[in-house]
């Protein structure tokens, strides 16, 4: 009797243990295959009414029958594709954001590449460095899922043309969802920006420019040509070729520098009446974010306000946010709260002068910090 319990208490266990690694690990293997399906086009191959047979979706993507068949089997369990008879296939809602350019085969390509991979290696990082945040941007759980024991994560990112476009087109996809609008107060720029020639607003980081689109298609008195769009060589680059493509108004107007914020900034981008950076600083670490003061500090005129534009680190935020800065501990990045980048602010000759805080709406969940010239 006391052997058959203990053998039915082990079954339970046993049980109970594959029940809760299933989740995860089916996840995972979920997330991999789905981007597998986006890099193959398959998604896009799947006709968006009716269904398509198996067979045929493995000869237009390239694949063995074999394999798309384990896959899209897989896809049907977990309800990412729908069965419409033996060996055929349809797409579900889900499905069809997967197809190339959605936004969401955007992230999932982004997330893919640089938190997915890297945290993977986080226990690797760990047994190596010891149970602490990673410090420097060069040494991190990134750098280890790409093949480098000390390589910046922006380096990682930037070098590889295919995982560098993943990022961009999510940045794209997202850059939208922070709006000033009514949350920050730009007006006190008008006299100044009336009656002197320098700078309105310089973007560090500003991607594909959509935050200074929104500041001045919100604000007619900023002048788009005032404005300066700062980032990476290679992204001004990207953001050039867009803007000429999509003949953007305003954006066609503003001035696009390529630079690195850790280096001084260009005599023209220098003395501008607001530096924003926006949804950067969270991806550096404190000694880089302090480098990153100091340098802007040496370009800012005695008016100048710094802006600091990211999701805050606050118990009452949204729990997206929090999962989010396990993402950004992969790069040696994390979220502050105002006190934290106040105290790193401090250091280099700023004064915090204000936070501004949108936190009522599901996605928009940011704060905007104003700091002055101490
Ligand atoms: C997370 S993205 C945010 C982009 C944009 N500000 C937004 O809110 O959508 C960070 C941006 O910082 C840029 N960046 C990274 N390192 C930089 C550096 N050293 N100097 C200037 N920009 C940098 C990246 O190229 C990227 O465009």
């Not at 070098?159 to 920050?184: D, R």
């Not at 200074?212 to 007619?220: E, G, H, P, T």
Request: proline letters at 5%; glycine letters at 6%.
């Amino acid at each position: 009797m006391g052997s058959i319990q203990h053998t039915d208490d082990a079954r339970a266990r046993i049980q109970q243990a594959y029940l809760d690694i299933a989740n995860p690990v089916f996840s995972a293997a979920e997330f991999t295959l789905i981007k597998v399906f986006i890099d193959y086009k398959a998604f896009d191959a799947i006709p968006d009414e009716g269904d398509i047979a198996v067979s045929k979706l493995a000869e237009k993507i390239g694949g063995t029958h074999e394999v798309v068949d384990r896959i899209t089997t897989f896809f049907i369990a977990g309800k990412v594709l729908a069965s419409t008879g033996p060996g055929r296939v349809a797409h579900t809602e889900r499905s069809r954001l997967y197809k190339y350019n959605e936004p969401t085969a955007w992230l999932y390509i982004h997330m893919f590449n640089n938190t997915f991979r890297s945290l993977a290696q986080m226990p690797n990082f760990f047994a190596k460095h010891g149970l602490a945040s990673p410090e420097s941007a060069s040494v991190t759980p990134t750098s280890i899922s790409h093949g480098f024991d000390n390589r910046p994560a922006y380096e990682i990112l930037v070098e590889n043309k295919g995982i560098h476009k993943g990022f961009n087109e999510a940045l794209k996809a997202v850059g939208e969802m922070y709006s000033l609008k009514g949350i920050y107060d730009f007006g006190w720029m008008r006299e100044s920006l009336a009656s002197e020639s320098r700078p309105a607003v310089v973007d560090v980081g500003g991607s594909h420019g959509l935050a200074l689109r929104d500041a001045v298609r919100n604000n007619k008195f900023i002048p788009a040509e005032r404005c300066i769009l700062f980032d990476l060589p290679q992204v001004i680059e990207n953001t050039k070729k867009n803007v000429e493509k999509e003949q953007d108004e305003d954006l066609q107007k503003v001035q696009m520098i390529g630079g690195t914020m850790f280096e001084p900034y260009p005599e023209t981008a220098q003395g501008a009446l607001i530096y924003q950076f926006r949804r950067i600083l969270n991806d550096f670490p404190d000694e880089d974010v302090l480098r990153a003061f100091h340098t802007v500090r040496k370009a800012v005129a005695p008016d100048t306000r710094i802006l600091i534009i990211e999701e805050m680190l606050n118990p009452k935020r949204m729990p997206m946010n929090v999962g989010l800065d396990i993402c950004l501990m992969c790069k040696a990045g994390k979220r502050r709260n105002a006190a934290m980048f106040s105290e790193l602010a401090a250091q280099a000759g700023f004064k915090f002068n204000a936070e501004f805080q949108q936190i009522s709406s599901e996605f928009d969940d940011f704060s905007v910090l104003e700091f002055v010239v101490a």
